[in-house]
């Protein structure tokens, strides 16, 4: 293959091109399915084999319409790596006699042959009739022009196919304003969208996200989440003319949510990058109303979460003020990937990488028992095919496949062994939460430089240096930012730093207040996921760098990330925290004051009249709001006494289960028609039946429950007359299956 196909093609070069010899021979055929399916109205239906080594491919499918050529028909591919080669009928010989073969089966009434190469007039011609000869009843030839006039007229196509995206000038497809946008999504994903592999989790997003509006995209580290997201923004951009915005906040979100306005949100990493950030979650309560409305005008939201954060999450987060978010979620089992996917993940790594043909040919025949790995990551294929993380690695089968046994490892002592000047750089990052602005200004990295004893000027150019491998240089509606690559470069960095109790210091020193807070637990603290440990002897280092911090924010990190002599020592300095804990809002288990009082009071620093105070807040959301916070063991029940539980558990009985029609029309009387009706009674649901089962025998839990969903289905059917649910939106969703192929066809030209 010449250098056109094996370099990355830009994908906002001016060029109205589209290189689709880069594509590889199968993410080719995939295309070509895609294409029969949405221009030429013909879902797939089977496949034949072929003798070609893979390189080709053909597949049958049945239609109906008035089209003449309506039944049976066989669609051939031919694909090519070399740009601007004419297809002639010398390289169809071969197909022309498997031609004969199928016609006299019946399945050659129809004969398509769809093509990257380009087709002059003279040689369709001369194929049409060679194929027609043999007994093909009609021969039709779509080359490399028609193909390329497809995908600029089908955003449907685009979006069945996003790595069309990456292969093209957007500006041919997108008007000036979503072309805009377009360039802010690829500026964070570099060029990885060309090497996207449309996987059964992208399909079931792109069908989440068009019947709810929403979709929850979760997963592992490195399995792919933000890619899927980037190329559904793109697509969202493209197909429903949205206006994307990339947000980073709940803040960002209320920012930009205008009323009947078609916008895309795509927020990664909602509730933490590498751990669960407690204090998102309340702030995400706040705006969950506001997304509910702008869902309903047909507005659009992609969330993304590692598996164990959103596990944390949902216990905080008050779903039933954005229902669909519990219900639209996609989660990405690396596990649960096909080989075949995997195969093709691992081959567009390799292809479109930067490492030499002899690494290629070396582990060429050990690609196949890659792709069959339990432990294989998207991620870790990317930087098989990166120089600067695998260009020393030895090619003997051991190390390729500790390359993806042991990633965190590998990754840990790339960065270790880079230079004092790397390593300040991604210092720089690390230390302001994982985002710097660019240009990057002196007071901001001198902290990083000193660090590592190296000088501003060093550190700056080394950013430029890691820009593609470990950083990333991207863009947002307000410029140019450095950040990870990878979240998982984060994740090693931060154990690289806790192995050094020095490090540990100078980041404390360095670092924004707004990052340590969200970053360090104190000692004796598990959190999965943080990074720094901060030892007792540098706890007023913590406290100095903490003091600018809201009220709100200090709160947060008492309550699950300080230990009792870390939280004295900021109840002295600011004992103004102890007034957040007068008034608690309903569900009290929900607060964020509730669990900072909960923790006091496992520290034995909760002074009684304030603990008094909180259980007659307690008492008042059971018996008026039927609250069952009483009952949450994680938080509130811990400060109440067992005869404070069981009084409260006494006025229950009588004043909420003995008054359950109070209560549903209670309920009711809080409903917005934005949502569902049944939605809206699932806490109450929920909270009587935890009640019953505390109460145990004293009252008949079937009859209780029987009695409380009568009522409640009562208020639903009159609320459904005044409740319209959201109606889903137009989107492709393909009918075909992709095709299979032997994993040493598919990585037979890896080194050409």
């Known amino acids: ?151 600029k007229k089908s955003p449907r196509l685009r979006m069945m196919a996003p790595r069309l995206y990456g292969l093209g000038d957007l500006s041919d497809l997108l008007d000036s304003r979503a072309y805009e946008q377009a360039q802010l999504i690829l500026s964070a994903l570099g060029n990885d969208l060309q090497r996207l592999v449309v996987t059964d989790a992208h399909r079931k997003s792109v069908r989440a996200i068009s019947e709810h509006n929403l979709v929850l995209l979760l997963g592992a580290p490195a399995a792919g989440k933000s890619t899927i997201g980037a190329g559904i923004a793109i697509g969202a951009a493209d197909i429903w003319q949205s206006s994307t915005i990339r947000a980073t906040s709940p803040a960002d979100v209320k920012k930009h949510l205008k009323a009947g306005g078609k916008q895309f949100f795509w927020v990664d990493d909602a509730w933490g990058t590498t751990q669960y950030l407690r204090g998102l979650a309340e702030e995400w309560n706040q705006i969950f109303p506001l997304m509910q409305g702008g869902i309903k005008d047909g507005s659009r939201f992609l969330f993304t979460s590692r598996d164990y954060i959103w596990k944390s999450a949902k216990q905080d987060l008050k779903l039933n003020a954005i229902p669909v978010l519990g219900k639209s979620q996609v989660v990405i089992n690396v596990q649960e990937l096909s080989v075949q996917e995997k195969a093709q993940i691992l081959y567009n790594h390799m292809k479109l990488g930067d490492q030499p043909t002899s690494f290629r040919t070396a582990i060429k025949d050990q690609l196949p028992e890659i792709a069959v790995r339990q432990d294989f990551l998207p991620e870790v294929a990317r930087r098989l095919g990166s120089t600067f993380f695998a260009g020393k690695l030895p090619t003997t089968p051991g190390t390729i496949g500790a390359f993806f046994e042991k990633p965190k490892e590998f990754l840990l002592e790339t960065i270790t062994n880079l230079s004092p000047e790397c390593r300040s750089a991604l210092a720089l990052i690390f230390m302001n939460g994982g985002t710097v602005r660019s240009p990057v200004h002196q007071g901001v990295a001198e902290a990083a430089a000193n660090a590592f004893g190296v000088h501003v000027a060093s550190l700056k150019a080394e950013l430029e240096n890691l820009n593609g491998s470990l950083l990333l240089l991207a863009r947002d509606e307000f410029g140019q930012y450095w950040t990870y690559k990878h979240p998982t470069v984060g994740d090693a960095f931060a154990a690289y730093v806790a192995r050094s109790p020095e490090l540990v210091q100078v980041y404390l020193r360095g670092a924004r207040p707004q990052s340590i807070v969200r970053e360090v637990v104190c000692a004796g603290i598990e959190i999965f996921g943080a990074p720094v440990i901060v030892p007792h002897d540098l706890h007023g280092l913590l406290a100095e760098r903490m003091k600018h911090l809201e009220s709100y924010e200090l709160a947060s990190f008492l309550s699950y990330r ?96 003995g008054k359950l029609e109070d209560h549903v029309d209670r309920v009711r009387g809080d409903w917005s028609s934005n949502y569902s009706p049944t939605s809206h009674f699932e806490n109450f649901v929920t909270a009587i039946e935890a009640f019953a089962d505390a109460l145990g025998n004293r009252v008949n839990k079937a009859t209780l429950l029987q009695q409380a969903q009568s009522k409640v289905d009562r208020a639903i059917e009159s609320m459904n007359e005044e409740y319209e649910p959201d109606s889903p939106t137009a989107a492709p969703i393909s009918a075909s299956t992709p095709q299979s192929a032997t994993l040493i066809n598919l990585f037979r030209d890896i080194d050409e």
């Open 1 to 151: 293959m010449n250098d056109t196909a094996k370099s990355p093609v830009s994908s906002l070069a001016g060029s109205t091109d589209y290189a689709l010899h880069a594509l590889g021979w199968k993410s080719f055929q995939d295309l070509a399915i895609s294409v029969a399916e949405e221009c030429l109205r013909r879902p797939v239906q089977s496949f034949l084999p072929t003798a070609d080594a893979g390189r080709d491919g053909a597949f049958v499918g049945k239609w109906e319409g008035d089209d003449p050529a309506a039944g049976e028909s066989t669609i051939q591919c031919k694909f090519t790596c070399q740009p601007y080669r004419n297809l002639t009928l010398s390289q169809l010989t071969d197909e022309i006699e498997k031609a004969r073969v199928l016609a006299t089966r019946g399945l050659a009434v129809d004969y398509i042959i769809l093509t990257n190469h380009p087709v002059t007039g003279a040689s369709e011609l001369d194929i049409k009739a060679a194929f027609e000869k043999v007994g093909v009843g009609k021969c039709r030839i779509f080359g490399y022009d028609w193909i390329v006039r497809q995908i």
């Open 562 to 657: 300080a230990n009792a002599t870390f939280a004295r020592l900021m109840l002295d300095q600011h004992p103004n925290l102890l007034e957040r804990l007068e008034s608690f809002s309903v569900p009290i288990k929900e607060d964020l004051d509730a669990q900072l009082l909960a923790a006091l009071h496992d520290f034995g620093l909760l002074p009684e009249e304030i603990r008094s105070s909180f259980v007659r807040s307690v008492r008042r959301a059971a018996v008026e709001h039927a609250d069952d916070s009483v009952l949450d063991v994680d938080t509130i029940a811990r400060v109440l006494t067992e005869d404070e539980r069981a009084s409260i558990l006494d006025e229950v009985e009588v004043d909420v289960l």
